[in-house]
């Protein structure tokens, strides 16, 4: 067994929904690079199409497909769910990446920002699963399962609003969820497992990382001193997906620079001090 063997994917098929953007991007350029055919799904086709000629630029043993697709709503899932079967007949990997988020104080978020970001961010996540399970159980083996990695996010584990109510309630129903469903499938070939990420540049956190002075501060609140970069996401993708993997189901993996360890002040240090 070699490094290259424990993460490499040739002949592997992935979907990866928000892949054209933020860690949906990051998981998918690794993916190719691992030698995997990837597919790239979000609301805008266009700009799944233009990461996928990026990724196919990289003379990486993988190829990338992009395409629209919306889980948003029941019918957007099937549309979807039909797009990946004129595709392929095969799926060794689903990353439900895709995700909204609304941010608004205490006292005046709206009611309407709970069935947006649920719709989305949890029952999108559990009915593409639940459609894509046929392919997935068919491409899996005891040895060689196949894969289901759901994002979730820092924000799930610990009891951290930031204005961001619903979205942090949904990421910690998602990896809840990937808990309960790697129970349920373990013994049919497919693991599930969940990422749980800190501060990433990305689309979605563009207002606290896109200015460099700005992500320096976000930076100053991490453990580690440090937001997260594209191979942080790499790795732990590459982990759970390849033979190294294959092995672990129901795990939450932390990928936050140990704000996900954060406990608060320590109780006696000051009085002893």
């Not at 949906?24 to 995997?36: C, F, I, K, S």
């Not at 990486?60 to 957007?76: H, K, L, R």
């Amino acid at each position: 067994m070699t490094p290259e063997t424990l993460f490499s994917l040739p002949g592997k098929t992935a979907l990866v929904t928000g892949g054209a953007t933020g860690i949906g991007r990051m998981a998918a350029e690794a993916l190719v690079r691992a030698g995997a055919r990837v597919l790239i799904a979000s609301r805008k086709g266009d700009a799944c199409e233009a990461v996928a000629a990026e990724l196919n630029a990289l003379d990486a043993p993988g190829t990338a497909e992009g395409f629209a697709g919306d889980v948003g709503s029941e019918s957007g899932i099937d549309a979807l769910l039909q797009e990946v079967k004129a595709r392929t007949e095969t799926l060794d990997i689903l990353m439900n990446n895709s995700g909204v988020t609304w941010g608004a104080p205490l006292g005046q978020f709206p009611h309407q920002a709970w069935e947006k970001i649920m719709s989305v961010n949890v029952a999108g996540v559990f009915d593409l699963t639940q459609k894509l399970l046929p392919m997935l159980i068919a491409s899996g083996s005891a040895d060689d399962p196949s894969r289901v990695v759901n994002v979730g996010s820092v924000m799930g584990e610990i009891p951290m609003g930031d204005g961001a109510y619903s979205y942090a309630a949904s990421k910690a129903a998602v990896m809840h969820m990937s808990k309960i469903l790697a129970k349920e499938l373990s013994g049919k070939n497919v693991t599930v497992n969940s990422l749980a990420p800190g501060p990433f540049v990305s689309k979605m956190t563009a207002f606290a990382t896109a200015d460099e002075k700005v992500r320096a501060k976000v930076a100053q609140d991490v453990p580690m001193g440090r937001v997260g970069r594209d191979e942080d996401v790499a790795g732990s993708v590459l982990f759970l997906c390849g033979r190294g993997g294959a092995y672990v189901t129901g795990a939450i993996i932390p990928i936050s620079g140990g704000i996900n360890v954060m406990s608060g002040h320590n109780i006696f240090e000051k009085a002893l001090q």
